[in-house]
């Protein structure tokens, strides 16, 4: 899924891609706030009259809510899956709560998934004593299995990330303890503005599926 940045709290779902094995989802809608110039650059995606362009062609997209019950059924089909993504927790997840939210989908959501687990730090944690200059996915990619992928389009990072996952094998009690749902997400969104964040809750995962909302890593 990706987004734009350019609004901080208020920033819109532009993209959405998940991958679990060789299934793959990927969706675009048009943004109802302005895309910032510099994500535009980085994505390649523009809005021209109400129209969606990436790298100067036409994409099909669809409402919000369409692109979100889409989610929620490849979701079902899966058997409440635990989404991963890398960076996710910061601010991804936030922006897919208050569309859920906007739309009415959050409890048709939750009760299709076990959770969210963010593999920025999962990564920092299995490679902790390995040298890495950043924990970036797109560095790790590099580095770990000796792959350059576009970067910044989105199902190519969900694609990218779920064979990065495979790599790293990190033990169930290091999944377990950066796993998180959407009403830890709203909690850290508002402490954050106010105080900084705070706890972290545990779900139980099941098995994972890739999901990628797009957004540049802060704090590698």
Same mark, same amino acid.
């Given at each position: ?19 679990? !094995?060789? @299934? ?5 809608? &048009?943004?109802? /706030? ?5 994500? #535009? +650059? ?61 739309? !009415?989908? @959050? ?5 299709? &998934?076990?959770? /969210? ?5 999962? #990564? +920092? ?81 099941? +098995? ?13």
């Amino acid at each position: 899924m990706r987004v734009s940045p350019s609004s901080g709290p208020t920033c819109d779902l532009v993209q959405l891609a998940a991958v679990s !094995g060789d @299934r793959s989802l990927n969706l675009y809608t &048009v943004p109802r /706030c302005r895309m910032e110039p510099g994500a #535009a +650059r980085v994505t390649g995606l523009r809005v021209r009259r109400h129209k969606l362009y990436l790298h100067r062609r036409a994409v099909p997209t669809s409402p919000l809510q369409e692109v979100l019950l889409c989610f929620v059924t490849f979701l079902r089909a899966l058997g409440r899956p635990l989404l991963a993504g890398h960076n996710i927790r910061r601010f991804d997840c936030r922006v897919l709560a208050r569309a859920l939210d906007e739309t !009415g989908l @959050r409890t048709q959501f939750e009760a299709s &998934v076990a959770g /969210c687990v963010d593999t920025l730090p999962v #990564a +920092r944690e299995v490679l902790k004593d390995c040298g890495m200059r950043s924990f970036k996915q797109e560095y790790l990619v590099k580095e770990l299995m000796g792959v350059d992928y576009k970067a910044h389009d989105a199902l190519e990072d969900v694609r990218s990330l779920q064979t990065l996952y495979y790599v790293l094998q990190p033990k169930p009690e290091v999944v377990a303890r950066y796993t998180f749902g959407l009403s830890d997400v709203q909690v850290v969104a508002k402490e954050e503005l106010t105080a900084g964040p705070k706890g972290k809750r545990l779900l139980p995962g099941q +098995r994972l599926l890739w999901q990628h909302l797009e957004q540049p890593e802060k704090d590698h």
